[in-house]
C-alpha cells in the first residue's frame, strides 16, 4: 500500500474515499464573508447569518 501511494498516488481512490470535514468548509465560507465585508460586494448566494 505504501509503495503504491508513493508511486502512484492516484490509486488511492481505489482503497479510501475522500473525506470532507465540516470545520473545512466553515473556514471555507468565513473567507468568503470576508471578503465580501472587506470588498463590499453584493453577495452570491444567501447565507443563513
Same mark, same amino acid.
Given at each position: *500500500?505504501? =509503495?503504491?501511494? %508513493?508511486?502512484?498516488?492516484? /490509486?488511492?481512490?481505489?482503497?479510501?474515499?475522500? *473525506?470532507? =470535514?465540516?470545520? %473545512?468548509?466553515?473556514?471555507? /465560507?468565513?473567507?468568503?464573508?470576508?471578503?465580501?465585508?472587506?470588498?463590499?460586494?453584493?453577495?452570491?448566494?444567501?447565507?443563513?447569518?
Amino acid at each position: *500500500m505504501i =509503495f503504491c501511494e %508513493a508511486f502512484l498516488p492516484a /490509486a488511492r481512490r481505489l482503497f479510501h474515499h475522500p *473525506m470532507r =470535514f465540516p470545520i %473545512a468548509d466553515a473556514h471555507y /465560507a468565513m473567507g468568503f464573508a470576508f471578503l465580501y465585508e472587506r470588498r463590499n460586494l453584493q453577495p452570491k448566494t444567501r447565507f443563513i447569518f
